[in-house]
């Protein structure tokens, strides 16, 4: 059976989301600076432990996350194969972004053995829960709000972070290379996300306020995530 679709209002409109989504990431970013491990990140003092456990952390969210999407267009119905088709391609550009971080861990002088015994943290697993409960939903765009959030830290973020990580540790380029790589390829994500927004999804019944709010509750378990490092 067909989803339900509704006339458009200008709430629902493709610049009124995005302009929700804007507001909610600056919101987000504010927070996360206060965060302590980023606040040592940004004023250069991060130590080399504290980069270890953000590349482990990062690696266990990396891992989960080319299998939500993977999960979530296994959810998105015919009538969005085009939709489909892009969360698909989207899921096999990153399935294998983990190496990245596991080269930069043991490029920087982490432990192998930390590899093999790191686990999801306290937050973690609230945002790993919660994102595959909504990639489980019949057409689960608002995960469009989830990206929105977690690629904006690659696009809007991570150069700077690798830039302040390698200064204060003084390391290659090379044990930064997922910070790296992630400020080019989730610009081009981003993209990808807006005009998935003009792809009438904004027609199905109250998804424009369902993306704002799975952009919101993303935004605070990331932060949340970022807050518990170091506890399981």
Request: aromatic share 8%.
């Amino acid at each position: 059976m067909l989803p339900e679709r509704t006339s458009p209002r200008d709430e629902d409109s493709p610049q009124a989301v995005l302009r929700g989504l804007s507001s909610i990431w600056l919101d987000f970013e504010s927070q996360v600076h206060h965060i302590p491990i980023v606040r040592r990140v940004i004023e250069r003092r991060i130590r080399l432990a504290d980069y270890h456990e953000l590349l482990l952390n990062h690696r266990a969210q990396v891992m989960n996350g080319a299998l939500w999407i993977a999960r979530a267009a296994s959810n998105i119905g015919h009538e969005f194969a085009e939709l489909r088709s892009r969360f698909i391609r989207h899921a096999a550009t990153e399935h294998r972004d983990y190496l990245m971080l596991e080269e930069d861990y043991l490029k920087s002088g982490g432990d192998p053995a930390g590899l093999a015994r790191h686990e999801l943290n306290i937050g973690s697993e609230a945002l790993s829960a919660w994102i595959f409960h909504r990639a489980d939903q019949p057409n689960p765009f608002d995960l469009l709000g989830a990206m929105y959030i977690i690629e904006g830290l690659g696009k809007r973020v991570a150069a700077q972070w690798a830039e302040h990580v390698q200064s204060a540790l003084r390391l290659e380029a090379q044990a930064v290379s997922f910070y790296l790589y992630h400020a080019k390829a989730d610009e081009d994500h981003l993209g990808e996300l807006e005009e998935a927004l003009r792809c009438g999804i904004l027609n199905l019944p109250r998804m424009a306020p369902r993306i704002l709010k799975t952009a919101r509750v993303t935004a605070r378990l990331y932060r949340l995530q970022l807050e518990e490092i170091g506890s399981y």
